[in-house]
C-alpha cells in the first residue's frame, strides 16, 4: 500500500503541470513583478501580479492587420519561448534624473496564426512596471485594423 501512495506523491505534481497547459511568465528583477502569458480557448491571455496579487485580470493579447492573412487574435500556438535580462544605464540631457536604468527580464514568445505567420510578443518585467510590444518579422507597414 506504501508503494501506491510514493507513486501517487510523484505523479501528482506532473499531472497538475500538465493540466495547466501552456503558460509562460516572467519576473522582475526583484521578484514582486509577475506577468504570465498563457492559451484559453483558441485566443492567448496575460496577467499580471504584484506580490501574488492579480493587478491586471486576464487580457486578451493579439493585433489584426489590415492584411487578411495577418490576424494574430484568434487559433494562435505558442511555438517557441526565449527569456533575457537587461540591466543597462543611460544618460539624459534634461530631465529630473541624469542617469537612468534599464532593469529587466524579458521573455519572447513566438506565435503562430492560422495562414503560418510567425508574430513575437515581448514582456518585459521591471520592478515597477511591465510593457509588452508585437514584433512583426519581414511585414511591410500595415494598417491596424483591431488589437
Given at each position: 500500500m506504501k508503494k501506491i501512495y510514493i507513486l501517487l506523491l510523484i505523479c501528482l505534481p506532473i499531472v497538475s503541470v500538465g493540466c495547466e497547459g501552456s503558460v509562460h511568465s516572467v519576473v522582475s528583477p526583484n521578484g514582486r513583478l509577475t506577468a504570465e502569458l498563457f492559451e484559453k480557448g483558441e485566443k492567448l491571455f496575460y496577467i499580471v501580479?504584484?506580490?501574488?496579487?492579480?493587478?491586471?485580470?486576464?487580457?486578451?493579447?493579439?493585433?489584426?492587420?489590415?492584411?487578411?492573412?495577418?490576424?494574430?487574435?484568434?487559433?494562435?500556438?505558442?511555438?517557441?519561448?526565449?527569456?533575457?535580462?537587461?540591466n543597462e544605464s543611460y544618460t539624459l540631457a534634461t530631465g529630473k534624473q541624469k542617469v537612468c536604468s534599464n532593469h529587466a527580464n524579458q521573455l519572447t514568445i513566438a506565435v503562430k496564426n492560422d495562414?503560418?505567420?510567425?508574430?513575437?510578443?515581448?514582456?518585459?518585467?521591471?520592478?515597477?512596471?511591465?510593457?509588452?510590444?508585437?514584433?512583426?518579422?519581414?511585414?511591410?507597414?500595415?494598417?491596424?485594423?483591431?488589437e
Open positions: 501580479s504584484l506580490n501574488d496579487t492579480v493587478i491586471i485580470d486576464e487580457s486578451p493579447l493579439g493585433i489584426s492587420l489590415d492584411n487578411s492573412h495577418l490576424d494574430f487574435t484568434s487559433h494562435l500556438k505558442f511555438k517557441k519561448a526565449v527569456f533575457d535580462s537587461f495562414s503560418g505567420e510567425i508574430m513575437k510578443i515581448a514582456f518585459r518585467a521591471y520592478n515597477d512596471g511591465v510593457a509588452f510590444r508585437y514584433i512583426l518579422p519581414n511585414i511591410t507597414p500595415e494598417i491596424v485594423k483591431d
